[in-house]
């Protein structure tokens, strides 16, 4: 069964808004991961949160964890054309380094 | 190289011949995995290798479907009888998967064309 379920399916914003996408998972984890997925072809990994960490930051990229709701939303800020990709997120399978992904976000940036 | 090789980058095949996909991981990675993403969709979870552990194959769709990895390194998988509801990108990917941590490694994939 699915671990993540990503929330919108698909975004379409302006360059310069910001892109919020959500993740719901259903097991106890150890860590969150979010990855972008340009062409298709191979996953990029974006940032990782523990699950003893609420929120973090990476240059545009903002990540918030809620283990009480099972849920985490990706915040891209300022997004530029090149953002245009699907967005998973990836949990492990309790106790495990069996990462599932959720059905992803197609987020489509226009210039 | 640096990265996660996947070989071959595209294959197209007859339906009901037998296909091998090959992974080189990142060297020195404990985990392996392959997913499998439809045109679309998201990754679907196949198998997955830690260490000398015995494989969880639990994502497997049937028993057309098979994968090993040698020496703890490179992996294969193994298509057999190929049906046109294969055709799919085979993602592979690795990691160190040690601690609080498990970051993984993509390759670019091997996308898999049944006629």
């Known amino acids: 069964s699915q671990q993540g379920e990503e929330d919108p399916q698909a975004l379409s914003i302006q360059e310069g808004e910001n892109a919020t996408m959500n993740c719901s998972y259903k097991?106890?984890?150890?860590?969150l991961q979010w990855y972008r997925q340009n062409s298709g072809r191979g996953l990029v990994h974006l940032i990782l949160?523990?699950?003893?960490?609420r929120e973090k930051h990476s240059g545009r990229l903002r990540v918030t964890l809620d283990t009480s709701k099972k849920s985490s939303s990706l915040l891209i800020t300022a997004s530029r054309a090149a953002d245009t990709a699907s967005y998973f997120c990836?949990?492990?399978?309790?106790?495990?380094?069996?990462?599932?992904f959720g059905t992803g976000t197609r987020l489509k940036v226009l210039a | 190289g640096a990265g996660v090789s996947q070989s071959p980058s595209n294959k197209v095949t007859e339906k009901g011949k037998d296909v091998e996909l090959r992974c080189d991981p990142i060297?020195?990675?404990?985990?392996l995995y392959w997913y499998r993403q439809s045109l679309g969709q998201g990754l679907e979870f196949l198998i997955y290798?830690?260490?000398?552990?015995?494989?969880?194959k639990s994502g497997l769709p049937s028993d057309r479907f098979s994968a090993e990895r040698t020496g703890g390194s490179v992996s294969t998988l193994t298509i057999q009888r190929t049906q046109q509801e294969d055709s799919a990108v085979y993602l592979c990917?690795?990691?160190?998967?040690?601690?609080?941590?498990?970051?993984?490694?993509f390759g670019e994939g091997s996308r898999l064309t049944v006629l």
């Open positions: 060297s020195g990675h404990t985990a």
């Open positions: 290798f830690q260490g000398n552990s015995a494989p969880d």
């Open positions: 990917a690795s990691s160190f998967a040690s601690g609080n941590t498990g970051e993984l490694f």
């Open positions: 990836a949990t492990p399978t309790s106790g495990t380094y069996k990462y599932i």
């Open positions: 949160i523990r699950s003893n960490e």
């Open positions: 097991t106890s984890i150890n860590n």
